[in-house]
């Protein structure tokens, strides 16, 4: 049953995981919770609650008095969002000042403060540090412009006192803070003069660089006006460059054109033809290029007038004529056919319409035109540059002479306000109002001390339940509940068994007062006896009367179970029952195992004890002496020298001289034909526990089923894991049977399949 079903079973810590943590490690939580209780005990007796008084400040506006430094600077100005909560700081930080403790203590009186508190030698420091310890603002109670003020003590009536003392010690606090700047007259109307000069400087240095950028030109009044002339300019001077370079590229051609030099013509496709002379030839060129003006003159008369009319008809008759005689000099020379000269080129027509002297004086005036335009033309993208360059500087004085006037402004007006603040002078702060004068003092703890309490209280208990959770995920790796086994070990369960065990012995009380006379005749029957010494009654994992009973069976139900589905038929089947270690219980199951598969009625079982070195179950069958052989549980002769009750079989896996080499895998594989050969339905092989040296990996792969019995919170998981590997390499199928577990959560929070009904 090595099936990996239950491999994807979703990981994390789920509520029944919580419940099982707390319950089991509920002793350390209460220890700790323990711990915080008498935390909380004595920091209540160290501190008593003393007597509180409450007022309520609101502060309308804020009285600056004029800040010596302009608008923009850092130091005198806020965010927009901060400007209310930067007040509220301001003034928080008034109250919570020494200074103002100070001058409290001293207006209530050191000795009235203090009372039966030793001071030491400085009275008044240690009445204003009383003060301050006593004064509690809370800036998270602010709501607004509201201020709420406590001060407590242990008099009632100097705790009112002392509030109303230091509100009217923060009265004048204020006002110091944000007293006017008369006394700073001075220095204003230097900072004036100052202003005034810079800014007659600035505005002669911003006059020469728009003179300079040309700003101040006729019909220019900014800088955009400038640029945008400048850029205008610009274009209309390359329009016109483009203009004439064309016209000269134009006439150029013309003057290009090949004349009188040209070489006689021969047509080389056709050597009976006569040469063209170059006179014939330039007659040809020329009148083509008639021939091509007349055809498009008339084309563009034809758009205006009829073919009637007299301007076309002379057109026309001239049109006629160029082709008869081109036809002619084709006719006496046709080679001039096969040139293939076209009647749209310009070269011939501008030839035979305008003289080539004229030619040369156009294209050298238009050279000069473009020499012309091209110089303009740096001129002004030089002036655009420069008006680029001083633009940068023209915004940068812009901006200085407004932040210059802005400041003049700001200073000047501070001068004008701090005379008269001089005159006026200032008393008493009227933007601060008492919502809530002092109140009568009551009987209360702090905010702070109840913050203090609960962390005092909170963090032992967390403590406990960090290291509750630490042990149980990290530090104990053991097999605890049957959900490990398939979520942590991916392995199979068969069963779960619950442990019963208090002191090693098994114990009925319930029993032993119902069948003490009946287990005692059963028990003297089979030879187990009492325990020597204890009086107590001892029942084997074979009685009817074991706590156990009901699991063994269910684990035989599933076994049975398990070969049906798996169609396992043949018979014997071989069934070896093993753990990780000592003390987990394997002879007791594989013993109750074997006495159940008994009483089916359906055939023999044989329980064949692996341990030779320990007191193994079979020995338990005989009152303690060596049991049968399983040389002579095998044969039919001395088959009933193994029988312990109906349809049971006990064997040793070796005799009183034999020793275990007689059952290794080699030897062991020879009597696999003598197991098939028996008429046993079932054998069930009590194994020595899984280590690298035992013989049980390397014998399970010649059974139909291994049970691994892992001891509930002594198995540790790594322990478990390389067992099953072992096991895995002899391709077993592995079963697994958590026995010990216990209940820990109770049934109403989380029940898991421990118990039968």
């Not at 009044?221 to 850029?231: E, N, P, V, Y």
């Amino acid at each position: 049953m090595s099936d990996k079903s239950n491999t994807d079973q979703p990981q994390g810590l789920k509520l029944a995981d919580i419940y099982f943590i707390l319950f089991r490690q509920k002793w350390l939580i209460l220890f700790f919770s323990a711990v915080a209780i008498v935390a909380t005990s004595v920091l209540l007796i160290l501190n008593p609650a003393l007597y509180q008084s409450h007022a309520k400040l609101f502060i309308r506006y804020i009285v600056n008095g004029r800040a010596l430094s302009p608008p923009g600077n850092e130091q005198s100005t806020r965010p927009v969002d901060d400007e209310q909560q930067g007040i509220i700081n301001t003034e928080l930080e008034i109250l919570k000042s020494f200074d103002l403790a100070e001058q409290v203590a001293k207006e209530v009186g050191p000795e009235k403060l203090l009372g039966n508190l030793d001071a030491g030698t400085n009275v008044e420091q240690a009445a204003a540090g009383l003060v301050m310890r006593n004064l509690i603002i809370d800036p998270t109670l602010a709501k607004g412009s509201v201020i709420p003020i406590i001060f407590q003590h242990a008099d009632p009536a100097i705790a009112r006192d002392t509030l109303g003392a230091i509100i009217h010690v923060y009265y004048k606090k204020h006002s110091e803070a944000h007293q006017p700047m008369g006394m700073f007259g001075d220095f204003l109307g230097q900072e004036t003069k100052r202003l005034q000069d810079q800014l007659t400087e600035t505005e002669q240095q911003l006059r020469s660089a728009k003179i300079k950028a040309g700003i101040f030109s006729p019909g220019v009044t900014s800088q955009i006006d400038a640029a945008k002339a400048c850029s205008d300019q610009i274009s209309r001077i390359r329009m016109d460059l483009f203009n004439a370079e064309a016209e000269l590229a134009s006439h150029q051609a013309l003057i290009d054109q090949p004349g009188d030099n040209l070489p006689a013509v021969t047509v080389a496709t056709n050597t009976m033809q006569p040469p063209v002379p170059p006179d014939i030839l330039r007659e040809y060129r020329n009148t083509c290029a008639r021939l091509d003006g007349f055809t498009r003159r008339a084309q563009e008369l034809l758009f205006s007038f009829t073919d009637t009319n007299a301007y076309v008809v002379e057109v026309q008759e001239q049109v006629s004529e160029l082709q008869k005689a081109k036809d002619k000099l084709e006719q006496l020379y046709p080679a001039l056919a096969s040139m293939g000269m076209p009647q749209s080129f310009a070269g011939p027509l501008a030839a035979s319409f305008y003289p080539y002297n004229t030619e040369l004086m156009q294209a050298k005036a238009l050279k000069s035109k473009i020499k012309l335009l091209n110089t303009q033309l740096n001129q002004r993208q030089a002036e655009a540059i420069k008006l680029d360059e001083m633009q940068m500087t023209i915004s940068d004085l812009e901006r200085k002479k407004e932040i210059q006037e802005a400041d003049l402004k700001y200073f000047s007006a501070n001068l004008e306000h701090a005379t008269i603040d001089e005159e006026l002078g200032t008393s008493k702060a009227p933007n601060i109002s008492i919502i809530d004068p002092p109140t009568p003092a009551v009987k209360a703890r702090s905010k702070a001390f109840k913050k203090q309490l609960a962390m005092v209280a909170a963090a032992p208990i967390c403590a406990g339940l960090a290291l509750a959770f630490l042990i149980e995920l990290f530090l104990d790796t053991s097999v605890k509940r049957p959900s490990d086994v398939s979520a942590k070990l991916h392995l199979p369960l068969f069963m779960s068994i619950p442990k019963i065990r208090t002191n090693g012995r098994v114990r009925f009380p319930a029993l032993e007062d119902k069948n003490r006379l009946r287990l005692n005749e059963a028990n003297g029957k089979a030879g187990t006896g009492a325990s020597p010494g204890n009086g107590r009654m001892e029942v084997g994992p074979w009685e009817a009367n074991h706590p156990l009973r009901r699991f063994y069976e269910g684990l035989r139900d599933r076994l049975i179970i398990y070969f049906e589905v798996s169609k396992l038929v043949h018979k014997p089947k071989l069934v070896a029952v093993t753990s990780c270690g000592p003390g987990a219980g394997v002879t007791s199951m594989a013993a109750g195992l074997a006495a159940t598969l008994s009483e089916t009625g359906d055939g023999k079982v044989l329980y064949v004890d692996m341990n030779p070195e320990q007191q193994g179950a079979s020995q338990m069958f005989y009152k303690g002496k060596p049991g049968c052989g399983l040389e002579d549980a095998l044969q039919l002769e001395t088959k009933e020298n193994a029988m312990v009750q109906e349809n049971l079989y006990a064997a040793a896996a070796q005799t009183q001289a034999g020793a275990l080499e007689r059952i290794l895998p080699k030897q062991f594989t020879q009597m696999v034909p003598r197991f098939r050969a028996s008429d046993y339905d079932y054998i069930i092989f009590d194994m020595p526990p899984i280590t690298q040296t035992s013989v049980t990996p390397r014998l399970a792969c010649l059974m139909d089923m291994v049970l691994l019995v892992i001891e509930s919170e002594k198995t540790r998981q790594e322990v478990v894991q390389h067992a099953s590997s072992l096991l895995a390499h002899s391709s077993a199928s592995v079963g697994v049977v958590l026995n010990k577990t216990k209940t820990y959560v109770p049934s109403r929070l989380h029940q898991e399949l421990l118990e039968g009904s």
